[in-house]
């Protein structure tokens, strides 16, 4: 069956990075388009990144040069890197395979002082 189980959240002051990662399993991962949401409380879900199956990123609005989407068909894992870090960014994120709409459990990014 399709698995996808995210880490790398935590917390992390103001200005600092993380690198989510998300393993994948059970499907041929370099066919499938991917990306990443993100869910704050009180809040929608929404799309911070995208990656195509071809490795083409796009990025939400909000993002404004500071995260990076990439993935490794040779390790069927699929990377978040998020740089200047703030604190409107704290949620939990969640990978995503588009086909068939496949959500991973969820890491939580704490972004404070």
């Known amino acids: 069956q399709v698995q996808l189980v995210e880490s790398g959240g935590g917390v992390v002051q103001p200005g600092g990075s993380l690198r989510l990662s998300c393993a994948t399993s059970?499907?041929?991962?370099?066919?499938?388009?991917m990306g990443w949401y993100r869910q704050a409380p009180g809040k929608q879900r929404e799309l911070v990144a995208r990656i195509s199956f071809l490795g083409t990123p796009t990025y939400a609005i909000f993002v404004k040069g500071r995260f990076t989407i990439s993935r490794n068909n040779a390790k069927n894992m699929v990377y978040l890197e998020m740089n200047n870090l703030k604190p409107e960014d704290t949620a939990v994120y969640y990978c995503?395979?588009?086909?068939?709409?496949?959500w991973g459990q969820g890491t939580q990014v704490t972004v404070s002082s």
């Open positions: 995503y395979r588009e086909s068939g709409h496949y």
């Open positions: 059970g499907f041929t991962f370099s066919q499938y388009a």
